[in-house]
C-alpha cells in the first residue's frame, strides 16, 4: 500500500500502524489493508472514468466484490461514489447488509439460482447480468411472477484471447462464460485473429444474426418483464495491455449499432468489465487507470461515432486493481533449511526454505495460477548478507509455495515477521480450511488505527460443523 513505511526501529508500519503490534494483537496469518489505499484506488478509478469519457457518457465504477468483500469494503467503495458487483447470493448478502442502495448492486454468475435471481428482484438490484438463453428466460419467468420488470445486462463472449493465466480468461469462445458474438458461418475478426469471432465490429446485421448475443438480444427486447439495460464483457483478469478491452468493446458497441438498425433501439448500457492487472512483483508493470480510461474512451467514442450511435452509459467492474495492492499478508517465520539445488548449468546453488505459518490456506494463487509474490523482513531492519529463498507454507503439498524466490537477510530467524504485499485480492476470498487450519482475520488499518474487518475463525467455529464434535 502507500502508506507502507518504516519506522525509525525499521519496522514496517501502514497506515501508521506497527504490523508487530497487530501480528501481536491478532495473530498471523493476518491480513492487513489499507482503508486509504483502497478509497485512493476507487476515487482514482470514478474520477479517471468520469474525466475520460466526459462529455460523452457518465461512468460508474461497480467494484467487483469477488476480490474482497466485507460490509465494511462495500461501504467503503459506496462511500467514494462506486456501485458494488456481486457474485452471488452470499456477495449480496454482504453488500444488502452493509447498507448499499440495491440500486448500485449488480448480480453476476454463470449458474444463479432461483434464489439468488428472485434475492436480487426482491432487494431491487440495479441490475442483472443473465450469462445465457436459458438464464434469461428464467429471469423474465421469475420477474412475471413477482409482477415486476427485471433490469438485465447480457453478458457476451466477444472472442478476444486475453494474455493472461488459462484459468482467468474469459472471452475466448471455449469457455463457460457469456454469450457468443459469432454466429455459426462467423469469419475471423477484423483483427485477423482466426479465433472464430465474426467481424461483428460492424454494425452489419448479417454478421451478427444467428449468434447467441442477437438471440439473446432479440429474445430479451421482446419480454414484457425484462427492461433490456445494455451488454456486458469481461475478457479476463490480471490484463496489462489496454488493446483486449478496446477490441472487446468495439466488437461490443458493433452489436449495438446493428441491433439499432435492425429493431430502432439504441441499449443504453455498455460495462467493460474488470480485469487491470496490478503488480505482484517487480516484472510487472501495471497501468494507471487513467491510461486505460483514455485507451477505451477514445475506442468508444470512435467506434460509436462510426455506427452514429450516442455514446451509452459505460460501466466498468474493477476489483484486483481496488483491493489487491491495498492489502498485505503478515506470517510468522518457522522452520528453516537449506537445500542445494542443480542449476540447468550442471552447478549447484543453495537455495533456503522459510516455512511460514500459513500457506495454500490463506492464499491459493500460487497454486492455482501459478502466481508469484515478493516479500519483505517486516519485524526489524535489513541488514547484512540475503540469501535466495523460497517461502513455503505448512500445508502437505510441495506446491504449498507463497513467494518462489526472494532473497531475504540471512539472519532471519524463527518469529521473525514477514509481509507479503498485493495481497488484498482473492487471497481472503479464495481462502480455506485445509488441514483444518483456521482462516485468518482481516484486520484494516487507517490514521495511526485498526479495526478488525473479519475476525480470525476459531476452532470452535470450525469444529462446530463436525455433528460428532463436541467442545
Ligand atoms: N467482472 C466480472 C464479470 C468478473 O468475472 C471478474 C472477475 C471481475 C469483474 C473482476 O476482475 P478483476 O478486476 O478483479 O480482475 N481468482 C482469480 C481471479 C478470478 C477473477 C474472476 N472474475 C485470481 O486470483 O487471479
Not at 455506427?307 to 483491493?323: D, K, M, N, Y
Amino acid at each position: 500500500p502507500a502508506d507502507a513505511q518504516r519506522d525509525d526501529a525499521g519496522r514496517l508500519t501502514i497506515g501508521g500502524v506497527d504490523v508487530e503490534t497487530l501480528a501481536a494483537e491478532h495473530g498471523t496469518p493476518l491480513y492487513v489493508l489499507s482503508e486509504a489505499d483502497f478509497r485512493r484506488r476507487a476515487r482514482q478509478y470514478r474520477e479517471s472514468f468520469a474525466a475520460a469519457f466526459a462529455p460523452h457518457a457518465e461512468v460508474d465504477v461497480f467494484y467487483a466484490g469477488k476480490a474482497f468483500l466485507s460490509t465494511h469494503a462495500a461501504r467503503w467503495a459506496a462511500e467514494e461514489g462506486l456501485c458494488v458487483d456481486t457474485a452471488s447470493g452470499g456477495e449480496l448478502a454482504v453488500a444488502l447488509a452493509a447498507g448499499v442502495d440495491p440500486a448500485r448492486l449488480g448480480l453476476h454468475g454463470n449458474n444463479k439460482s432461483d434464489a439468488e435471481i428472485l434475492r436480487a428482484l426482491r432487494a431491487g438490484v440495479g441490475r442483472i447480468i443473465a450469462d445465457s438463453l436459458e438464464e434469461l428466460e428464467r429471469i423474465e419467468q421469475l420477474a412475471a411472477a413477482e409482477a415486476t420488470t427485471a433490469p438485465v445486462m447480457l453478458r457476451l463472449t466477444p472472442g478476444v484471447h486475453a494474455s493472461t493465466h488459462e484459468y482467468i480468461a474469459t472471452a475466448h469462445e471455449d469457455q463457460k462464460f457469456g454469450l457468443s458474438l459469432t454466429p455459426p458461418d462467423g469469419v475471423p475478426g477484423e483483427d485477423g485473429t482466426a479465433d472464430g469471432a465474426s467481424d461483428n465490429a460492424s454494425g452489419d446485421v448479417a454478421a451478427h444474426r444467428g449468434s447467441a448475443a442477437w438471440t439473446a438480444v432479440e429474445r430479451a427486447l421482446a419480454g414484457e418483464h425484462i427492461e433490456l439495460r445494455g451488454l456486458h464483457c469481461h475478457i479476463g483478469s490480471q490484463i496489462f495491455e489496454p488493446e483486449g478491452f478496446e477490441l472487446a468493446a468495439t466488437r461490443l458497441i458493433g452489436l449495438l449499432g446493428a441491433v439499432r438498425a435492425a429493431h430502432g433501439v439504441e441499449l443504453a448500457e455498455l460495462d467493460l468489465g474488470g480485469g487491470h492487472g496490478i503488480a505482484y512483483t517487480e516484472a510487472d508493470a501495471p497501468r494507471h487507470p487513467a491510461q486505460i480510461a483514455e485507451a477505451l474512451a477514445a475506442t468508444v467514442v470512435s467506434a460509436c461515432a462510426r455506427h452514429e450511435l450516442a455514446v451509452p452509459r459505460i460501466s466498468i467492474e474493477p476489483g484486483r486493481s481496488i483491493v489487491g495492492p491495498a492489502g498485505v499478508t503478515l506470517y510468522r517465520v518457522g522452520v528453516q533449511k537449506d537445500v542445494q539445488v542443480d542449476l540447468d548449468d550442471g552447478s549447484t546453488a543453495a537455495r533456503r526454505y522459510v516455512a511460514v505459518d500459513g500457506g495454500m490456506s490463506d492464499n491459493a494463487r500460487g497454486v492455482l495460477y501459478d502466481a508469484d509474490y515478493s516479500a519483505v523482513l517486516a519485524d526489524r531492519k535489513v541488514v547484512g548478507e540475503h540469501a535466495l529463498s523460497r517461502i513455503v507454507g505448512k500445508h502437505c503439498e510441495s506446491g504449498d509455495i507463497v513467494v518462489r524466490d526472494v532473497y531475504l537477510p540471512t539472519t532471519t530467524a524463527r518469529d521473525d515477521l514477514l509481509a507479503v504485499p498485493a495481497t488484498g485480492a482473492y487471497c481472503h476470498s479464495l481462502s480455506s480450511n485445509y488441514n483444518l487450519l483456521t482462516r485468518p482475520a482481516v484486520v484494516s488499518v487507517a490514521d495511526g488505527r485498526s479495526q478488525v474487518l473479519i475476525r480470525r475463525e476459531t476452532e470452535e467455529q470450525m469444529l462446530g460443523r463436525d455433528t460428532g464434535y463436541s467442545s
